[in-house]
């Protein structure tokens, strides 16, 4: 009975981080981490280095389909890559620090705020916007973000996907698309960089419960990310929205009952 919980808990939080990371650049952490914590009653810190695992491939997949479709700017990525990775190392060891119960109930309130925010105000910018940026910017620009989002996926592994794609898009003027396909090529590393962190600072994780969340991140991930790039870009903003409000109420909801 026990096994049959876990498989449809992983199954479910794998799909909609998947379709999350796949469709707009989100940190898979804002769905796997909250549901782990509420139905495997699985301690924060650990949930978090699980959920920083399973972003692993799904970003690299999934920038791997941006970059086939030319929706990513690697030059750019690169510099603000270098500042995330620096303080996401930073971040994991704080949170280490932290009480669960602070780490837990902000990823969950995360998940709807994330979802909201993507039904009611969608990202909408084009490629003759990222044009009239000037160079300057976008490098203190890409390194300044990147340490404020580095942080933020390092101590709580949720938000950094979110904030990745508001300062791509509302600072450093991309098109939505192309600021996926960066977002998920950065947050490849940085998650790879959180997990290790995490790891590293805490307990080793569940590994049954590890290996289906990344193998179902991984597919949802894929078949997400290939139909992204097909699609209109509010389109986008509303299906993933509508699925991690879904979630986030879920989430919430036996959070509270339990």
Known sequence: MEYFVILWVTFFAGMGAGLGTGFAGMSAAAVISPMLITFLNMEPYTAVGIALASD?????????????NKNIDIKNGLLMMVAVLTFTVVGSYVS????????????????????????FKP?????????????????????????????????????????????????????LKTAVGT????????????????????????????????????????????????????TLNRAVGVVLTVLGVVILGFSFWG
Not at 56 to 68: G, I, Q, R, W
Not at 96 to 119: D, E, H, N
Not at 202 to 209: A, E, I, L, R, S
């Open 96 to 119: 280490s620090l932290v009480p669960p119960r602070t780490m837990g109930g902000f990823s969950m309130v995360m998940t709807l705020f994330l979802g909201l925010k993507f039904i």
């Open 123 to 175: 990202l909408m910018t084009t490629k003759q916007d990222m044009e009239q940026v000037s160079r300057k910017k976008q490098i203190y620009g890409s390194l300044m973000s990147g340490a404020i989002v580095g942080f933020i996926c390092g101590f709580i592994g949720a938000g950094g996907g979110m904030m990745m794609l508001l300062i791509l898009t509302g600072v450093l003027g991309y098109e």
């Open 183 to 234: 977002s998920v090529f950065i947050m490849s590393f940085t998650a790879l960089t959180g997990a290790v962190s995490h790891f590293s600072f805490g307990d080793t994780p569940d590994m049954q419960v590890m290996g289906l969340c990344i193998l179902f991140t991984f597919v949802w991930a894929r078949i997400a990310a290939v139909f992204a790039n097909k699609a209109k870009p509010e």
């Open 56 to 68: 692993v491939l799904a970003s690299a997949v999934s920038a791997y389909t941006y970059k086939k």
